[in-house]
C-alpha cells in the first residue's frame, strides 16, 4: 500500500477532534514530500540536524512538531520556524524554549511530557513533580511558550490492558489540569498520545494528536 492510501485509511478512523502527526524522523524528504502531496501537514522529528536538513528542503507550510527528547543547546537553532515542542520535560527547558522564542519574536505551543510507562528509559515529569511545578507558578511569567496540553509514551508491550491503563491515568491527570490550573485556558487542549501500535486505544481515551510512523513510512533507516 502506498503513502497516500495509508494516510486516507488511518485518517478516515480518525475523529474530528484527533489530528494525526505523521512521524517522519530517520525518512527520507522524499517520503515526506509524498504524504505532504496527499495532503498531509503536520510532521514529527526528534533529532534536530535532521530537522533542521527537512526544514530547509521541502514546503514552508509544513507545521513541523518535535516529538522527542530536546536538550536545551539544541533549541535555539528550531525556535524561528517549530510548530509545537511535545516533550518538555523539565522546567529549564521550558524556560530556554521561552528565551529562544522571545529572541525569533514568536510564541511556541508546549506540551508537558507526563512519565506513564513502566520503563525507567522514558522521559517526563511524574504527575506530581507536574502540579508542583505548575503550582510554583514561575511559567506564568514566560511570555513566549503556551502550554498547550500533555503528553505521554505507553509502556512498550502487547499487554492492551496496561496501555489502556496508561492512558486512562494521562486522560484524568489532563482533565485535572484543564479543570484547575488552566480552567480559564483556551489553549490547553492538547493530549498527545499514541502511537503506530496503539492509537487505537489513544483516540478511545480522548486523545486530540496521535504520532503515527511506522505504520504511514515502513519500519525507519537508522
Known amino acids: 500500500m502506498d503513502i497516500k492510501a495509508i494516510l486516507s485509511e ?9 489530528q494525526l502527526v505523521a512521524v517522519s524522523k530517520f525518512h527520507p524528504a522524499e517520503a515526506i514530500k509524498e504524504a505532504y502531496d496527499a495532503g498531509q501537514r503536520i510532521f514529527g522529528e526528534s ?7 527537512k526544514h530547509t528542503i ?12 530536546l536538550q ?3 533549541v535555539k537553532y528550531i525556535a524561528p520556524y517549530i510548530s509545537m515542542i511535545h516533550a518538555v520535560d523539565s522546567y529549564k527547558l521550558l ?6 522564542a522571545a529572541k525569533a519574536d514568536r510564541i511556541i505551543p508546549c506540551l508537558l511530557e507526563i512519565h506513564i510507562a513502566q520503563e525507567e528509559t522514558k522521559f517526563g515529569f511524574t504527575p506530581e513533580e507536574c502540579t508542583e511545578m505548575l503550582k510554583d507558578g514561575s511559567w506564568k511569567e514566560l511570555k513566549n511558550v503556551c502550554i498547550s496540553g500533555i503528553m505521554g509514551m505507553a509502556t512498550n508491550t502487547d499487554d492492551d490492558a496496561m496501555i489502556e491503563s496508561e492512558f486512562t491515568k494521562l486522560a484524568a491527570y489532563f482533565n485535572e489540569l ?14 498527545s498520545m499514541g502511537m503506530s501500535d496503539d492509537y ?13 510512523g511506522s505504520k504511514i513510512f515502513g519500519i525507519r533507516n537508522y
Request: charged share 30%; hydrophobic share 35%; with cysteine.
Open 10 to 18: 488511518i485518517k478516515a478512523e480518525l475523529p474530528q477532534t484527533t
Open 47 to 53: 533529532k534536530v540536524q535532521e530537522l533542521e536538513e
Open 58 to 69: 521541502l514546503p514552508k507550510d509544513i507545521e513541523w512538531h518535535f516529538i522527542g527528547h
Open 72 to 74: 536545551t543547546n539544541k
Open 95 to 100: 524556560a530556554e524554549i521561552n528565551k529562544q
Open 178 to 191: 484543564k479543570s484547575t490550573v488552566f480552567k480559564d485556558c483556551d489553549s490547553f487542549r492538547e493530549l
Open 200 to 212: 487505537h486505544l489513544a483516540i478511545k481515551h480522548g486523545s486530540t494528536l496521535v504520532r503515527i
